[in-house]
C-alpha cells in the first residue's frame, strides 16, 4: 500500500514485577517504527504458538531493545557522612537494576569519597565495585554515620527477622527478632519508620504485630482452653477476621511500634496504642519524658463510617495525626529483661488534635521545632491527593507536653498560583536529615508543573525558594546534604539521570542562587550504541495548553493553562504519536527519564504526556475543578491539547494512539468512545471501565464518589450505593459510550476499533 502504514500496535514496558503489557490495536497492516539497525537480531527457532512467523525479526529486535534499556541503573537513595574535614567527605548510594529473566529488581550500594576545594569545585572517587543487598529489606546509617543496620524480613513464617548492626569493619551485633514478638519490618515508604537515638544505643522502628493465638476446637466443635499438649483429635480455627489497608497490604498484620536494644539485642514493643491507630514514621524527640513522636492513622476513613478500613496506598486522604509516647526502655533503663513485652508506657499525647492530617515530622537541630507536613486539603475535601502544607510545633524546651501545643502555618496551601511562582507543596517524601547549617531551612523536592524541583523553605520565615535551576524543563531530586550542599539527581524524559552536587552561590545579590556541579558517574553509557543515539536523536518541551472554553463558574485558578511533554524526533511531523496518561487522576507524569517512554520513542513514536487539570503541581483550584467532572473535563483536555500539536504540525493526526493505566485507562476508554475518529490504537492497563461494578468490589469505594459527585461525594458515600446512585456511576463509566457507538458504527467505528472497544471493557469486567 501507498503511504505511511497505520499504527498497529502498542508495547508497553512495566518494569520488574509486571515485565510487559501488550494490548494491539487495529489489525489490517504492520508497522514498524523501529531504526533499521537494530533489526539483526536472529529469529528464535521453535515459535510460540499463534505467532506470525513474519514478525519474529520484529519480536527480537524489540526484545534487545528492551533488554538494553533495563539494563541502565535507577539511583535510589544517598547517605553523605561528614567529617572534621570541612573539605572532606563520604557517601553511600542505593542503585537498583532490574532483572528482567528472573523479573525482580536487584539492589546494591555504591560507596564514593568527596573531595571540595576553595574554589567550588568538587571530585568523586567511587568504589571500584558495588555491594549487592541481597535479600536485604532496608539500610539505615546511623546519625554519626559509624554504624549501620541492615534488616532482613523473615523469608517465610518461620523465620525471624533480622536485625544486623554494622561498624566500619565488622558485624557487632545480629539480632532475630520472633514471630511472637513481631512479624516484618515496613519497607514500604509510608508506614516505614526505623530512627536510631542520638546516641546511637536504641532503634525504634515500625513491624507488623505479632499473629494473633488462632483458636482450637475439640472433636465436638467446642473451644479449648489453651494447653500446651498435643491433641490429635482438635483442630485449629482461623481467628477473629483483621483488616488490611487494602492493595499491597492485604497480607500485613497492622503497623506497631517497636525499640530494640542494640547492645543486649533486647526488643520491646510500645505499648498502650489502640488497635484502632495503625502507627508509622517514628522518629525519636528530643530529650524530654516523651522520647518518641510518631504518625498514626485511624480506622475512621474521613468519610462515612464503614464496616472495614479502606485501601491506602496512594491515598493521603486518609485521617492521621502526630503522637508523642515514652521509650519503653526508658523507666527500666537499669532493669535488664529477657521480656520483650515489658515496660510501661506513658499515656499517649496526641500532637496535633486540631489538624485532619499530619505526617513525615522532622525536629529542627536544636529541638525548638517538630516540623511536619499536611494533606488536610486532601482529607477535607476527599480527593486522594491534593496540594499539602506545611506546619510547625514549638517542642517545649522542658520536654514536658502539657496543655495544648502551639501549631502554626509555615506553608499553607496554594490555592491559584501566579505564572511562574510557587504552586504549592507536593512532597512525596522528606529526607530523614533535611537541614542546612543554619537549623532553620529545609531542602525537599516537589512538583512545578510537570516538573520535579528542588525546594529550599525556612520554617521561621516560611520563605520557599527553588533550588534547583529556574530555566530547566529538567526534574531534579534532593538526594541528600553535605553540610549547606546538596547531592542531587537529575533527568529528563530523553536524558539518563546525572547526579550533580549544588553549592549555594554567595557570591551573588539574587537569593538563593546555586551553583550546580556535574559529578563523574559511576555507571558507564548504555552498552549498546544505538541506544545512546536513539536517547541523543531526541528532543522535549513543557506545553503550556490553554483551556478550551472555561466556564464562568470555574475558579480562577481552573482557568489556567495546564501542560502536556512533547517527546519527538527528527520527523516527527511524519511520525505516529502517542498520548500518554497518567492515573490518579490526582498524580502528575512528570519529565523525569522513564524507561518505559524511553522504550517507546525509541522505537520511531513522538509522545504526547498530558497532564490535565486536576494534576498535581497547579495549584488546589485546578486540582479541585475534576472532581464531579471526569469523564468530561479530563478527556476534554486531552483532545485540546491534542488539537493543540495538531494545529502547530508537530504530528501526523491519522496516526494518533492512547495509552493509560488506572485513571488513565478510564480516559483512554472513555476517549475512544467519545471521538474514536481521533485515535487508531488503544492500550488500557487495569483501567476503571466500569464504576457501578468497581464500587462493589474495590478497596476505595469513596474513590469512586468523590470523582463522580465532586465534594458532595463525601456527604453521600455509603457501601450500599442505591439505584440512582449506580445508574449515575454507569452514565459517567466509559462503557456507557458501547451501545450508542454500536447504534452508529458506519458513522464513527471501523471494525477493527469496536473490536478494540469491546475487547477494554471486557479486560476491566474480567479484571473485577
Known amino acids: 500500500s501507498s503511504g505511511p502504514p497505520p499504527l498497529l500496535a502498542l508495547r508497553l514496558f512495566c518494569g520488574a514485577g509486571d515485565s510487559e503489557n501488550l494490548l494491539l490495536g487495529g489489525a489490517r497492516a504492520r508497522v514498524s517504527r523501529r531504526p533499521k539497525a537494530m533489526a539483526s537480531a536472529h529469529p528464535s527457532q521453535g515459535l510460540p504458538s499463534g505467532m506470525d512467523p513474519s514478525m519474529v525479526d520484529e519480536y527480537a529486535s524489540q526484545s534487545k531493545l528492551l533488554q538494553e534499556f533495563v539494563k541502565i541503573p535507577s539511583i535510589g537513595k544517598a547517605w553523605v557522612f561528614t567529617s572534621k574535614d570541612e573539605n572532606a567527605s563520604r557517601a553511600m548510594v542505593s542503585v537498583s537494576q532490574s532483572d528482567l529473566l528472573a523479573n525482580k529488581k536487584r539492589s546494591f550500594l555504591l560507596n564514593t569519597h568527596i573531595s571540595k576545594s576553595s574554589s567550588k569545585s568538587v571530585s568523586f572517587q567511587w568504589s571500584p565495585f558495588p555491594v549487592e543487598m541481597s535479600g536485604v529489606s532496608a539500610v539505615v546509617p546511623s546519625p554519626s554515620g559509624k554504624k549501620l543496620l541492615l534488616v532482613r524480613n523473615a523469608e517465610d513464617d518461620d523465620s525471624p527477622t533480622k536485625l544486623e548492626i554494622w561498624g566500619p569493619c565488622q558485624l557487632e551485633n545480629e539480632i532475630h527478632v520472633a514471630r511472637s514478638v513481631h512479624g516484618s519490618l515496613y519497607a514500604d515508604g509510608w508506614f516505614e519508620g526505623i530512627s536510631w537515638n542520638q546516641e546511637e544505643t536504641l532503634i525504634a522502628y515500625v513491624a507488623e504485630e505479632p499473629p494473633q493465638p488462632k483458636p482450637e476446637f475439640n472433636d465436638s466443635g467446642y473451644k479449648k482452653e489453651g494447653s500446651s499438649q498435643k491433641d490429635f483429635r482438635s483442630w485449629k480455627g482461623q481467628g477473629d477476621i483483621e483488616d488490611s489497608w487494602g492493595e499491597t497490604y492485604s497480607n500485613k498484620r497492622i503497623p506497631a511500634l517497636f525499640v530494640a536494644n542494640i547492645s543486649s539485642g533486647e526488643v520491646r ?216 550542599n546538596i547531592l542531587a539527581v537529575s533527568s529528563s524524559l530523553v536524558t539518563l539521570p546525572q547526579m550533580y552536587y549544588g553549592f549555594e552561590d554567595s557570591h551573588t545579590d539574587k537569593p538563593c542562587q546555586w551553583d550546580w556541579q556535574e559529578i563523574s558517574s559511576p555507571f558507564p553509557k548504555p552498552s549498546d550504541k544505538q541506544v545512546s543515539s536513539l536517547l541523543a536523536d531526541h528532543k522535549f518541551s513543557v506545553i503550556k495548553i490553554p483551556v478550551s472554553n472555561p466556564s464562568d463558574k470555574l475558579p480562577d485558578g481552573a482557568k489556567l493553562p495546564f501542560e502536556a511533554i512533547f517527546v519527538s524526533g527528527k520527523d516527527s511531523a511524519s511520525s505516529p504519536t502517542i498520548v500518554v496518561l497518567h492515573g490518579g487522576p490526582h498524580s502528575v507524569y512528570p519529565s523525569s527519564y522513564s524507561r518505559s517512554l524511553a522504550f517507546l520513542y525509541a522505537q520511531g513514536y513522538n509522545l504526547l504526556v498530558v497532564n490535565y487539570r486536576g494534576s498535581l503541581g497547579f495549584g488546589e483550584e485546578a486540582l479541585q475543578s475534576l472532581p464531579g467532572n471526569i469523564g468530561s473535563q479530563d478527556v476534554n483536555d486531552v483532545l485540546t491539547a491534542l488539537d493543540f500539536v495538531k494545529k502547530r504540525g508537530l504530528i501526523d493526526a491519522s496516526r494518533v494512539a492512547v495509552v493509560g493505566g488506572s485513571h488513565g485507562g478510564f480516559l483512554t476508554t472513555h476517549l475512544i468512545g467519545q471521538a474514536p475518529e481521533t485515535f487508531v490504537a488503544a492500550a488500557a492497563r487495569n483501567p476503571v471501565c466500569n464504576l457501578q461494578l468497581m464500587v462493589g468490589t474495590t478497596d476505595i469505594p469513596d474513590w469512586c464518589f468523590l470523582e463522580v459527585y465532586g465534594k458532595e461525594g463525601k456527604n453521600c458515600f455509603t457501601e450500599s450505593p442505591l439505584a440512582d446512585t449506580l445508574t449515575q456511576f454507569y452514565q459517567k463509566s466509559p462503557i456507557s459510550h458501547i451501545s450508542k457507538r454500536l447504534r452508529h458504527q458506519h458513522s464513527f467505528f471501523s471494525e477493527q476499533k469496536i473490536s478494540v472497544f469491546l475487547f477494554l471493557m471486557a479486560y476491566s469486567m474480567q479484571g473485577l
Open 269 to 484: 514493643a510500645l505499648k498502650g496504642i489502640p488497635r484502632s491507630l495503625s502507627a508509622g514514621q517514628v522518629i525519636w524527640a528530643p530529650s524530654s519524658s516523651y522520647s518518641l513522636v510518631f504518625v498514626a492513622w485511624s480506622d475512621d476513613n474521613g468519610f462515612q463510617e464503614t464496616p472495614r478500613k479502606l485501601g491506602i496506598k496512594y491515598c493521603y486522604n486518609r485521617p492521621c495525626a502526630l503522637y508523642a509516647a515514652a521509650d519503653p526502655f526508658k523507666e527500666e533503663a537499669d532493669k535488664p529483661s529477657t521480656d520483650s513485652n515489658k515496660g510501661d508506657t506513658a499515656a499517649l499525647v496526641k500532637l496535633t488534635a486540631d489538624l485532619s492530617s499530619a505526617f513525615f515530622p522532622r525536629f529542627s537541630p536544636d529541638g525548638k521545632y517538630l516540623v511536619f507536613i499536611s494533606a488536610k486539603s486532601a482529607v477535607d475535601s476527599g480527593a486522594h491527593n491534593a496540594t499539602n502544607s506545611m506546619h510547625k510545633i514549638d517542642w517545649p524546651t522542658d520536654g514536658k507536653l502539657e496543655g495544648s501545643l502551639s501549631v502554626s502555618d509555615v506553608v499553607p496551601t496554594v490555592m491559584s498560583p501566579q505564572d511562574g511562582c510557587f504552586p504549592g507543596m507536593y512532597c512525596s517524601g522528606l529526607l530523614r536529615f533535611p537541614w542546612l547549617s543554619d537549623g532553620r531551612t529545609m531542602i525537599l523536592s516537589s512538583a512545578w508543573g510537570s516538573k520535579e524541583v528542588i525546594l529550599s523553605i525556612n520554617v521561621a520565615s516560611g520563605e520557599v525558594s527553588r533550588v534547583s535551576p529556574q530555566d530547566s524543563d529538567y526534574s531534579w531530586n534532593v538526594l541528600a546534604l553535605d553540610n549547606n
